[in-house]
């Protein structure tokens, strides 16, 4: 049964860090892309990052390219998103995602995830 665990949400100043992650069970890390995404409250939910299920290869928002990092461990089965510099806009539930590919890249659009996880809220405030 594949499962996703957010962890390492909540609140932190403008300028400061956080790492979140992501825990997968039911599957390895090796055939299955991981996606970050956020929804902000009232807002769609929208792409963060990836990282491809192939070689690693990671795809970063705009938003938070240079800030945010995405990285994998295969052995703990554990993707973890790196946030630096955090921004108020950064204040959204955080939600890890997969999907099963052997593409080259990692799914960009949200529509392709078949499994998510239950979120973990980071808010950015003074």
């Known amino acids: 049964q594949v499962q996703l665990v957010e962890s390492g949400g909540g609140l932190v100043q403008p300028g400061g860090s956080l790492r979140l992650s992501c825990a997968a069970s039911?599957?390895?890390?090796?055939?299955?892309?991981i996606g970050w995404f956020r929804q902000a409250p009232g807002k769609e939910r929208e792409t963060v990052s990836c990282?491809?299920?192939?070689?690693?290869?990671?795809y970063y928002a705009d938003s938070v390219k240079g800030r945010f990092t995405i990285s994998r461990d295969i052995a703990k089965s554990t993707v973890y998103l790196q946030m630096n510099s955090l921004k108020p806009e950064d204040t959204a539930v955080y939600y890890c995602?997969?999907?099963?590919?052997?593409?080259?890249?990692?799914?960009?659009?949200?529509?392709?995830?078949?499994?998510w996880g239950q979120g973990t809220q980071v808010t950015v405030s003074s």
């Open positions: 995602a997969t999907e099963k590919s052997t593409a080259a890249n990692c799914g960009v659009d949200r529509y392709e995830y078949d499994y």
């Open positions: 039911g599957f390895t890390l090796d055939y299955y892309d």
């Open positions: 990282i491809s299920s192939s070689d690693g290869s990671t």
